[in-house]
RNA sequence: GGGCCACUAGCUCAGGCGGUAGAGCACCGGACUUUUAAUCCGGGUGUCGCGGGUUCGAGUCCCGCGUGGCUCACCA
């Protein structure tokens, strides 16, 4: 059982002590790792190199032992024999068990089987490992641990450290992309006096020394207009965003968004940004903007279909919303088997039918344009057409990935947009938003006109690393603690 | 929140119709100076998720609970 294996390496520590050696060791310098000690071979052959690493497997052979070690490059085999480290430190090395962390010091060369290895001179131990590794070669798999203790994940699954490792470049990519293009990455915070610049709800917490109740921002959209108007004319941030919401295979508790704003453009400047985004992110990380995501070929080539969200409803329902009377409307979505209350608009109509009948439907990337204004509060709306505005969604594998629209920038509009809300949050919807008096003051000092974008990182991550979970590319997910 | 499924050794898994709990790896003891899923000899290490119930007898059947997965709903 776990107890004997954990007392038995614990009375190993009391070995090691008693050798007059601290099994937790210090630092140790190294000249290589794995990967560039096989990388080079040529060059190092004969050569004494330094490298450091975790025992993943041990193969005695009495007087001469095999052992695997990895470290963040890759894995690379040691050879240890009595006649090079006599007595004592031979002892010392059939002491060390799966798992513990080495320090070693020996020569570059190739076995009879033409493995590359390092036959150690010395060595010495790092730190003992009290626990067992899970099995070698079918890994850990029960994803409650995996999730709970993701270090174990990441010590035995290569790929999910491959996935952790593009989620990074995918990070620095975005980086990259924007930077070359002039806008200024900015902090803004995330308690905020009032959430906004999303439909959700927010975490409460509370402020000691103000005596005030503050909450996680649902999004950065609202201070980044503030920028906006402060004549920071390009701007991104790219961070965590917390909402009070169900936990589900496409959403975590706590979330990174991207979002980007940028002055005199609209929305079909943010359309070629974001296209542009994904292809650089797709092209400089993984070599091309095609990829498999669940078995489906997705291919991220600009540019990407664009319809209107009334097309792309009458192309799956045939219904024409916008040529409908308000209850015609109402009718023809109820017809549909969808609940809609009586009073519900033209737009929420059809935004209805949208969600429930093309949403899932579209896998290649897709821009869906012209959301109606009953579900865009923060979008200006189209000069043809009162009940539409100028956002648009990126749709991916039959789920949003960003979001987008020229932005509000009349007050009084934006002001009755949000009593709008404000009257819906009265009803009892709790994601509406509220009432912002600071951001309405800050349009009254004029913003120019603006294109904003915002993009689910770890959505793209998920497609860009073909993970069928968000948990899969969140290093801690949120769980319920155990017991 | 609803439905379905899973939970057995450190890990990965098997356990027909209720009858003393199994394998591989890991681990423990022994042999072995170029192995690599090392090999050979010997050893099974367990609160079968938790709590009740039915039964002569429960890993197995029933009820409740917990955690997780999938899914629907909700949700950008």
């Known amino acids: 059982m776990l107890g004997d294996e954990l007392a038995h390496r614990k009375a190993k520590v009391e070995e090691w002590r008693s050798r007059g050696i601290d099994p937790y060791g210090s630092k140790f310098v190294r000249t290589h ?43 690379i085999q040691l050879y240890g024999k009595h006649d090079a480290l006599g007595d004592e430190q031979y ?43 899970p099995e070698k070669w079918h890994g850990l798999r029960d994803v409650d641990i995996r999730y709970r203790q993701r270090y174990l994940d990441l010590m035995v699954n290569p790929e999910v450290q491959r996935t952790f490792l593009l989620r ?24 905020h006096a009032i959430a906004g610049g999303a439909t959700a709800r927010p975490f409460i917490t509370h402020h000691n020394a103000l005596d005030m109740e503050l909450y996680l921002r649902i999004a950065t959209e609202l201070h980044l207009k503030r920028l906006i108007v402060g004549g920071l004319e390009k701007v991104y941030e790219l961070g965590r965003i917390f909402r009070n919401e169900g936990i589900s295979t496409k959403h975590n508790p706590e979330f990174t968004s991207i979002e980007v ?6 929305y079909y400047d943010m359309m070629d940004l974001t296209e542009g985004l994904v292809a650089y992110v797709a092209e400089s990380v993984l070599g091309t903007m095609a990829v498999e995501y669940q078995g489906e070929k997705i291919d991220f080539t600009p540019p ?18 916008l040529s409908l009377e308000q209850k015609e409307a109402v009718a023809a979505c109820r017809k549909l088997g969808l609940e809609v209350p009586d009073h519900a608009g033209c737009g929420l109509c059809m935004s209805e039918a949208y969600e ?40 991916c594998a039959g789920r ?10 009349d007050p009084g509009d934006q002001l009755e947009r949000f009593l709008a809300q404000v009257a819906q949050r009265e009803k009892g919807d709790e994601e509406a938003h509220m009432m912002d008096d600071d951001f309405i003051t800050a349009l009254e000092y004029g913003m120019p006109p603006t294109g904003g974008m915002g993009l689910g990182v770890d959505r793209l991550v998920m497609l860009l690393t073909d993970s069928a979970s968000i948990r899969d590319v969140i290093l801690f997910p949120l769980m319920r603690p155990k017991e």
Not at 91 to 97: F, G, P, W
Not at 168 to 191: H, W, Y
Not at 261 to 266: F, N, R, S, V
Not at 400 to 409: I, S, V
Request: charged share 25%; net charge negative; proline share 3%.
């Open 33 to 75: 790792s794995a990967a560039e000690i096989i990388d080079n071979f040529s060059e190092l052959e004969g050569e004494e190199v330094s490298i450091a690493g975790r025992v993943m497997a041990f193969r005695g052979h009495g007087k001469a032992s095999f052992l695997d070690i990895v470290d963040m490059s890759g894995r």
């Open 91 to 133: 002892e010392l090395l059939r002491l060390v068990d799966i798992g513990d962390i080495v320090g070693v010091t020996g020569t570059a060369f190739r076995t009879r089987r033409g493995e590359i290895s390092v036959a150690v001179s010395s060595f010495r131990l790092l730190s003992k490992a009290l626990r067992p590794l």
């Open 168 to 191: 990074t470049r995918i990070i620095s990519a975005i980086r990259e992309f924007l930077d070359s293009r002039g806008f200024l990455e900015v902090e803004t915070p995330c308690m």
């Open 261 to 266: 704003y940028e002055a005199y453009a609209d």
């Open 304 to 321: 990407w279909t664009r319809m209107t969200m009334a097309e792309a409803v009458r192309n799956e329902t045939g219904i024409d919303f």
């Open 356 to 395: 429930e009948f093309v949403e899932s439907s579209l896998i290649q990337p897709t821009i869906v344009m012209d959301y109606p204004i009953d579900v865009s509060p923060l979008a200006k709306k189209r000069a043809d057409n009162p009940d539409l505005t100028y956002r648009f969604e990126v749709v």
């Open 400 to 409: 949003e990935l960003a979001n987008a629209f020229t932005e509000l920038n």
